[in-house]
């Protein structure tokens, strides 16, 4: 062991050590100097230690001088306790410093590009830590965050291998089946013109091991889709991808409802209630808009067609006529929040249900004898007094509907609901509340109005429910699927379902999406021959465990719990990626640019 080598770490160091001399490594979180002292803090992931040097050292104080901000040092000293009245209770070396005999400066450092403490909470901008991430890696808040990830893929392992799950690898390199996201693709230099795909997920992979007999499989999975991103959205992302089989639903909740606990309570210390509540997609819908309700807060939405339709509203009555619903919001105490200009046309909530199509925001102030509002007169005081019972209003509320096809309703409601009840600080963000639930009964199929085709709800290999499967060809429509996700907070967090397994009925489910035989055969005939060979009935899930650290780590930025995330842009800022190559690689490739 070199001299210059530690001998512990910067968050060990205790009373209980005054006396020895020991070696610590670590980079320079803070420097301050004194006239005759001079102080630093030595950071390593596992702490801080306050290092003293003094004016009487000589040349080490000089050495001691020429520190900077994120210098890599070693120093070596004797643990002594710190002055009384001097103690640092925030952090666990508080009572005790190191009194430097040597100093080694490893490597030294410029400027950072912003500044790193152990405990500092103003951020720089994202992009410019995205750029330096090596150096944002070294906040304590990430470190804990990538620690707790470590918890929680170690727990799933022990928790599935406990379980007599296999741990089992499946390709990144495989053939292209266009359904869902955009594929990233990879062009093959041995065979020119042809295309591998990075896997979106292993489904068809994991459902050919339960057809090889491997009936409990696990897979900590890299999986990667070209799609638009966001906050809880990344081009390449982790997952637990988990198959059974001779299983149904219930065999797969208690898994996961078991695995959660146990999640919760080693990363969280937190005793998570089983078995979760489960919901209709039904239900969800109506009385929240969305099929990942957030339950940690009511503002329920509330059907209100029999009223509207007595009123003299005609927007209100021509949509039910045509079939469509009118639901509203009551959003208990906003009136003095929300105002006029905020609920008018191209005010901030009008437009935000217009983005889902809506055609436009109705409104009423609840007052003590009366409603107010850009609606009011459309409703005499017999219906006002209805309107009140039936949406549970007091004075000082505000009421807020929507009327339109039912699936615009639910997707315009469902995001005013979320949206007011964060305004409306109708939860804390950052109170260790997790409201958990499975949402079950999703329809197969839902009919895309552009392209005048059914479409898979899910994935097209969820199987329908067994009594609904005579009505596959004939009313898709009416068909639900043995689907379910886990919903967390407001996010889905797992998904899955339990598969078609008779190649029979999966030949079925590809008509209704209008893939004849040969289309289907050239897409899935791998799958479709194994279906052949004695395939046992078998279902699954995916949990997505960027989310599930998000979620366990507090935050709401999916960035924040992965060492080396893409921007919204899908830009990797630190090393240039996506970047262009050399026109020698593409020419191996056999690829030319349109226009070259």
């Keep these: 062991m070199s001299e210059w080598q530690r001998t512990h770490t910067c968050g060990e160091i205790r009373p209980a050590m005054i006396g020895q001399t020991v070696t610590l490594n670590g980079w320079v979180n803070t420097y301050r100097a004194y006239p005759?002292?001079?102080?630093?803090?030595?950071?390593?992931?596992?702490?801080?230690?306050?290092?003293?040097?003094?004016?009487d050292q000589g040349e080490l104080w000089n050495l001691a001088n020429s520190l900077g901000r994120e210098f890599c040092v070693s120093v070596t000293g004797q643990v002594a306790a710190r002055i009384a009245g001097k103690e640092n209770p925030k952090i666990a070396t508080g009572a005790v410093e190191l009194h430097a005999t040597q100093l080694r400066i490893l490597n030294s450092c410029p400027t950072p590009p912003f500044e790193i403490t152990q405990f500092g909470n103003e951020l720089a901008n994202e992009d410019l830590r995205m750029k330096y991430r090596y150096l944002d890696l070294r906040r304590q808040t990430l470190q804990q965050t990538l620690i707790m990830r470590h918890k929680l893929c170690k727990t799933i392992r022990d928790n599935l291998d406990r379980q007599g799950f296999l741990e089992v690898e499946t390709p990144l390199l495989g053939k292209s089946t266009p359904e869902g996201a955009r594929d990233y693709l990879v062009p093959s230099r041995v065979h020119?013109?042809?295309?591998?795909?990075?896997?979106?997920?292993?489904?068809?992979?994991?459902?050919?091991?339960?057809?090889?007999?491997?009936?409990?499989?696990?897979?900590?999975?890299?999986?990667?889709?070209?799609?638009?991103?966001?906050?809880?959205?990344?081009?390449?992302?982790?997952?637990?991808?988990?198959?059974?089989?001779?299983?149904?639903?219930?065999?797969?909740?208690?898994?996961?409802?078991?695995?959660a606990a146990e999640i919760f309570d080693r990363c969280l210390g937190i005793s998570l209630p089983t078995p979760f509540r489960r919901m209709s997609y039904s239900e969800a819908m109506l009385r929240y808009g969305s099929d990942k309700p957030d339950l940690r807060f009511g503002m329920e939405i509330i059907d209100i067609g029999e009223i509207a339709q007595q009123?003299?509203?005609?927007?209100?009555?021509?949509?039910?006529?045509?079939?469509?619903?009118?639901r509203g919001l009551c959003v208990k105490g906003a009136a003095s929040v929300l105002s006029n200009t905020d609920l008018k046309p191209g005010g901030k909530l009008s437009e935000l249900v217009t983005t889902f199509?809506?055609?436009?925001?109705?409104?009423?102030?609840?007052?003590?004898?009366?409603?107010?509002?850009?609606?009011?007169?459309?409703?005499?005081?017999?219906?006002?007094?209805?309107?009140?019972?039936?949406?549970?209003?007091?004075?000082?509320?505000?009421?807020?509907?929507?009327?339109?096809?039912?699936?615009?309703?639910c997707d315009a409601l469902g995001a005013l609901r979320t949206r007011l009840a964060a305004q409306m600080k109708l939860y804390d963000p950052k109170a260790p509340v997790y409201?958990?639930?499975?949402?079950?009964?999703?329809?197969?199929?839902?009919?895309?109005?552009?392209?005048?085709?059914?479409?898979?709800?899910?994935?097209?290999?969820?199987?329908?429910?067994?009594?609904?499967?005579?009505?596959?060809?004939?009313d898709p429509g009416?068909?639900?699927?043995?689907?379910?996700?886990?919903?967390?907070?407001?996010?889905?967090?797992?998904?899955g379902s339990i598969r078609i397994h008779s190649r029979e009925v999966q030949n079925q489910l590809f008509q209704v999406l209008g893939m004849d035989e040969a289309s289907a055969k050239e897409r899935f005939g791998f799958l479709l021959d194994a279906l052949s060979y004695g395939a046992p009935p078998h279902g699954g899930i995916a949990l997505g465990l960027d989310r599930w650290a998000m979620m366990l780590a507090g935050t709401t930025n999916i960035r924040d719990v992965i060492a080396f995330p893409k921007n919204q842009r899908a830009q990797d800022l630190m090393t240039g990626a996506p970047a262009a190559v050399e026109e020698r690689q593409l020419r191996d490739l056999g690829i030319k640019f349109s226009g070259q």
């Design 311 to 326: 009123s003299e509203f005609k927007v209100f009555q021509e949509t039910l006529a045509q079939g469509g619903v009118v």
């Design 192 to 259: 020119i013109g042809q295309w591998y795909a990075l896997p979106q997920s292993p489904q068809l992979y994991k459902q050919l091991l339960m057809v090889a007999g491997y009936d409990k499989y696990f897979q900590i999975a890299r999986c990667l889709r070209d799609e638009d991103l966001r906050a809880d959205r990344q081009p390449e992302f982790t997952q637990l991808d988990l198959e059974m089989s001779f299983v149904e639903m219930e065999d797969i909740f208690r898994v996961i409802e078991n695995l």
């Design 357 to 409: 199509k809506a055609k436009g925001l109705a409104w009423m102030k609840v007052e003590t004898d009366k409603l107010t509002g850009s609606i009011e007169k459309f409703f005499p005081a017999t219906l006002q007094q209805k309107l009140r019972e039936k949406m549970g209003a007091e004075s000082g509320d505000v009421l807020l509907f929507v009327a339109d096809k039912e699936p615009i309703v």
């Design 478 to 495: 009416r068909v639900k699927a043995k689907a379910y996700d886990l919903v967390m907070n407001g996010y889905e967090v797992g998904g």
């Design 36 to 55: 005759d002292q001079i102080f630093v803090d030595l950071r390593d992931r596992y702490g801080i230690t306050q290092i003293v040097f003094t004016k």
């Design 435 to 474: 409201n958990i639930l499975w949402v079950v009964d999703f329809p197969s199929f839902m009919y895309d109005e552009e392209e005048k085709r059914w479409v898979a709800n899910h994935h097209p290999f969820t199987a329908p429910k067994d009594e609904d499967i005579p009505f596959m060809l004939s």
